[in-house]
């Protein structure tokens, strides 16, 4: 990387690169990584980690250059937080059980919130650069940590049905602004059922679209072996072809 960056003989493009530009494509190389896994497709997962690796050394290369810390920094500080939230392991400390566990690690980040940012607001580093179904799950669960959350999945269930008859009043009043607002709570809710099932809301919504994938593309091939154009099918043809597609699974 010191050589794809050099001035006068590297590569143009990494040259040119900063920390904003690099960073879609290390939330992209993450993404990838899942994928293979999800595939348990191993082969590539080495390949993925490799491409992932290269993102943690170019941003760190970086940082180098700017004077600001290099790889053996990056290392050694996971090294040290690791360490810090193990004291069951790496010190004499002792738990009786794995929520005692659990309580005593989110007591460990709220100190490291508390020193890292001067406050000691539950919420304060959640990013905002999340995707949105992930920080909405672990805005929850932050905020469950002091208890401020629904105590089973009945109130959940509740709540979701109470959205749903706000949403549509919201479709009846045509206004556009209260319709994102009120599908927003929506969204907030079944990601809070999902947190009480212990379901990623994520994971469950990527493998709901390729659910979706690839029963439209069983529409799609039937057609395409018909030798008909899927633009001029009715809505019932493809309904009809959707349950065979589902069927088949």
């Given at each position: 990387?010191?050589?794809?960056?050099?001035?006068?003989?590297?590569?143009?493009?990494?040259?040119?690169?900063?920390?904003?530009?690099?960073?879609?494509?290390?939330?992209?190389?993450?993404?990838?990584?899942?994928?293979?896994?999800?595939?348990?497709?191993?082969?590539?997962?080495?390949?993925?980690?490799?491409?992932?690796?290269?993102?943690?050394?170019?941003?760190?290369?970086?940082?180098?250059?700017?004077?600001?810390?290099?790889?053996?920094?990056?290392?050694t500080s996971i090294s040290d937080k690791m360490v810090r939230r193990h004291p069951h392991v790496f010190g004499d400390t002792q738990y009786a059980d794995s929520e005692a566990q659990t309580r005593s690690w989110e007591e460990l980040k709220a100190a490291e919130r508390k020193e890292k940012t001067g406050s000691d607001g539950l919420l304060d580093d959640v990013p905002l650069a999340l995707p949105g179904l992930k920080r909405a799950q672990k805005l929850q669960k932050r905020a469950g940590t002091v208890g401020f959350d629904w105590p089973d999945v009945g109130r959940v269930l509740e709540k979701l049905d109470e959205e749903v008859a706000e949403v549509r009043e919201a479709l009846e009043s045509e206004d556009a602004d209260k319709i994102e607002d009120e599908i927003g709570d929506l969204l907030f809710v079944c990601t809070n059922l999902a947190?009480?099932?212990?379901?990623?809301?994520?994971?469950?919504?990527?493998?709901?679209?390729?659910?979706?994938?690839?029963?439209?593309?069983?529409?799609?091939?039937?057609?395409?072996?018909?030798?008909?154009?899927?633009?001029?099918?009715s809505l019932e043809e493809m309904e009809s072809l959707w349950i065979e597609a589902k069927a088949r699974e």
């Open positions: 990387m010191e050589k794809l960056r050099d001035p006068e003989t590297g590569c143009p493009w990494d040259i040119e690169q900063r920390f904003e530009t690099v960073a879609p494509y290390t939330i992209e190389e993450a993404y990838e990584v899942d994928d293979a896994i999800r595939r348990g497709d191993m082969a590539d997962l080495k390949s993925e980690l490799g491409d992932l690796l290269l993102q943690v050394v170019f941003h760190a290369r970086m940082a180098e250059e700017a004077g600001l810390f290099d790889l053996d920094d990056v290392a947190r009480k099932t212990k379901v990623d809301s994520e994971a469950a919504l990527r493998r709901a679209s390729a659910k979706f994938e690839r029963r439209f593309r069983y529409i799609e091939e039937t057609l395409k072996a018909q030798k008909r154009d899927i633009r001029k099918a």
